[in-house]
């Protein structure tokens, strides 16, 4: 933190004491961004944006009270908005303990050579269109973000954790006789030269030109390969289930099964700080508490369950380093590193495999309205999909305008097997990364 940041945050701590204020705490957003896009293998945009906010919160009365601003200009504002604050708040103020020394992770922002970034995305290009049914690339783009959160106590001691993220996105639009379709994909890691991008590529062109000519299937009950892609937007709506807060509040089933069978025997589910391909690598929580890898699930069995110190507090435990805010205006709430979904016995099938194995059935390649369309208190979903009628253990024709259902706690259970395949939710959300999954089978309402 500059000298001139912390003195004038400081300041500003000593200012709402003043006024009856105390346990001031600050949480810091630094945030950097770098994109560039290409069209017919030209730089077509870029952008570059980079932003601090500041979070301060206090104690007055015993009421919690708060605000933002963006600059370290007018600070008097700012006393007067917490003013505002303070009359209004009913909520009760639990403060974070003043850290006992400065920790700082420090990185600094290292986005791709923009020309290097081009070049690739050109190349990327190029692959999509070897599939003859592509008309257009209507998204080509490398983005890489980069974070720094700092949580400062009235003291002014700095606790620094910074993590960054490279992503490409890739849209078609496919073309074939009087039916047109579109598909996208993406893929992330910390840096561009992880990312595979003329595979993603080549993936996104195959999925566009496997939706031309799709139609709804007929209702009834099919074995169903959750794409990887799918099976981790799908997931990644379930995180709740596994949250302290959550069971507290009867709102996750899980509650009190801790060391009990969820899931089939070969399924582990971990969350890990450290996971290369993951995209946010902390050092701790939004609290301070550390993070480090844990298992939800192990061996099928439910083992961890995550904490905030809110939630922890209400079981007499310590935050279990999952105290992490959604936007910086927001209280800590429950949040995750990267989560990844795996076989306890490392045994993992090829799609062909998969597909061999479930003779016949279907491969659902897209969800849509996904939050919308889940439940996390009962576990049920339906959802509308997309994807292949597989016969005989191959892919023959499209769907389309189907929509699936059944519940997450039975899905877990009927897990018949993991694809070789893993994938990561899109850039933006929160990181969950699954292969492709085999299930018994979901009820579909088609025809």
């Not at 922002?109 to 008309?135: G, H, N, W, Y």
């Amino acid at each position: 933190m500059m000298t001139s940041e912390k003195t004038v945050l400081c300041e500003l701590a000593q200012r709402l004491k003043q006024e009856g204020f105390a346990d001031v705490r600050f949480y810091i957003e630094r945030t950097e961004r770098f994109g560039v896009g290409v069209l017919d293998g030209k730089r077509d945009s870029a952008t570059r944006a980079k932003e601090n906010a500041y979070f301060v919160e206090a104690g007055k009365d015993g009421k919690r009270c708060c605000t933002f601003f963006n600059t370290l200009d007018g600070m008097e504002d700012v006393v007067e908005q917490m003013q505002i604050s303070a009359s209004a708040s009913q909520e009760d103020y639990q403060p974070l303990p003043a850290f006992e020394q400065e920790v700082s992770y420090h990185t600094d922002f290292a986005p791709a050579d923009e020309l290097e970034a081009i070049k690739v995305l050109a190349e990327a290009e190029s692959r999509a269109r070897e599939e003859k049914r592509i008309a257009a690339i209507s998204n080509c783009r490398y983005n890489h973000s980069w974070k720094e959160v700092v949580l400062m106590d009235e003291n002014g001691t700095c606790m620094t954790d910074s993590t960054q993220v490279a992503s490409v996105s890739i849209g078609v639009v496919s073309r074939e006789d009087s039916d047109t379709e579109i598909a996208h994909g993406g893929r992330s890691a910390a840096s561009l030269a992880q990312i595979d991008v003329n595979a993603l590529a080549k993936e996104v062109a195959q999925l566009g030109a496997q939706r031309l000519h799709a139609k709804p299937l007929e209702s009834g009950r099919y074995a169903v390969i959750l794409q990887n892609s799918a099976a981790a937007e799908l997931l990644e709506a379930y995180l709740p289930i596994f949250y302290a807060s959550e069971m507290q509040n009867k709102m996750s089933k899980l509650a009190g099964k801790q060391g009990e069978q969820i899931a089939c025997a070969d399924l582990e589910l971990i969350e890990d700080p450290e996971l290369p391909t993951g995209r946010v690598h902390r050092h701790f929580d939004d609290e301070g508490c550390p993070v480090s890898k844990k298992y939800l699930i192990h061996g099928g069995k439910l083992e961890s369950v995550l904490y905030n110190r809110r939630s922890a507090a209400k079981e007499e435990k310590s935050g279990s380093g999952n105290g992490f805010k959604a936007n910086i205006q927001s209280s800590v709430g429950t949040g995750v590193t990267n989560v990844a979904l795996q076989s306890a016995s490392g045994s993992y099938l090829s799609m062909e495999q998969l597909c061999e194995k479930m003779g016949s059935g279907i491969i659902v390649t897209d969800l849509e309205g996904v939050f919308a369309g889940v439940n996390t208190i009962n576990g049920s979903f339906s959802l509308l999909s997309k994807g292949m009628l597989v016969e005989n253990g191959k892919p023959v024709k499209p769907f389309c305008e189907v929509t699936i259902a059944g519940n997450i706690y039975t899905m877990l259970e009927e897990i018949e097997a993991l694809g070789d395949d893993p994938a990561p939710t899109a850039s933006g959300s929160q990181f969950v990364q699954t292969p492709s999954i085999l299930l018994k089978g979901l009820t579909v309402s088609g025809l």
